[in-house]
């Protein structure tokens, strides 16, 4: 069964402080894998996706297929990093898309 | 600016009742997703349209059915409806389907609430 979990309800760091938000996934085939994040009173939004190899926002995620991992790095959190991160994977189709229960960081000061 | 835009943003209804959820999708879109997020939970995809026909289904039952209309806006349609339907109904589009077009864009959502 397809499955996403983030096993962080709450991550909370200091401001410039490195951030690592977990992200384990279970799917047999090849899965597309995302990070979507929802800041305060704002959509839910794309962050970035594997396929792509960006680095948005100064945040990278590396998919780790023998581990089956996609987790999210920053080197130096900031303040305004502070959302809800949610990790969420879908087939080639896009198709069937499974999202985590997310990880709601809190960058403090 | 996305351009998603859903309606109503809130409802209430009561257990039994049907209820139909708006949604339009970004200008040239033709694929429509329809999720349901749960307080404290990540959105469950419910089922996704692709040029007016279903083209994919999550683990929902037949109560829950959708319509996606020429203009590219959409409907969700719940029957008979249930306490635990209470949750943020979120609709996303994408200007099509296949690797290249699997980002969503997601509106701000209709908040349910069954009573």
């Not at chain 1, 597309?32 to 926002?57: A, D, T």
């Not at chain 2, 683990?59 to 059915?65: A, D, I, K, L, V």
């Not at chain 2, 099509?96 to 699997?102: N, V």
């Amino acid at each position: 069964a397809q499955r996403v979990t983030q096993p962080e309800k709450l991550l909370s760091v200091f401001k410039g402080a490195p951030v690592e938000l977990k992200c384990n996934y279970s799917y047999s085939g090849s899965p597309e894998l995302f990070w979507y994040v929802q800041y305060s009173r704002q959509r839910l939004q794309l962050l970035l996706r594997h396929i792509s190899r960006e680095s948005i926002k100064g945040f990278t995620a590396d998919l780790n297929k023998g581990e089956t991992s996609f987790h999210l790095k920053k080197p130096f959190a900031q303040e305004e990093d502070s959302a809800m991160y949610y990790c969420a994977l879908s087939d080639n189709y896009g198709q069937n898309f499974v999202f985590g229960p997310g990880t709601r960081l809190s960058v403090l000061p | 600016e996305t351009g998603v835009t859903q309606s109503p943003t809130h409802l209430i209804k009561t257990r039994g009742q049907q209820v139909t959820l708006r949604c339009s999708s970004q200008s040239g879109h033709n694929t429509v997703s329809w999720y349901q997020q749960a307080l404290g939970q990540g959105p469950q995809f419910i089922f996704q349209y692709y040029r007016e026909e279903e083209n994919g289904r999550g683990n929902f039952p037949p109560r829950f059915s959708g319509l996606q209309f020429p203009n590219y806006s959409s409907e969700l349609n719940v029957n008979a409806l249930e306490l635990d339907d209470s949750a943020l109904y979120l609709c996303a589009s994408s200007p099509g389907w296949g690797s290249m077009y699997t980002e969503a864009f997601f509106g701000q959502g209709t908040r349910l609430t069954v009573v």
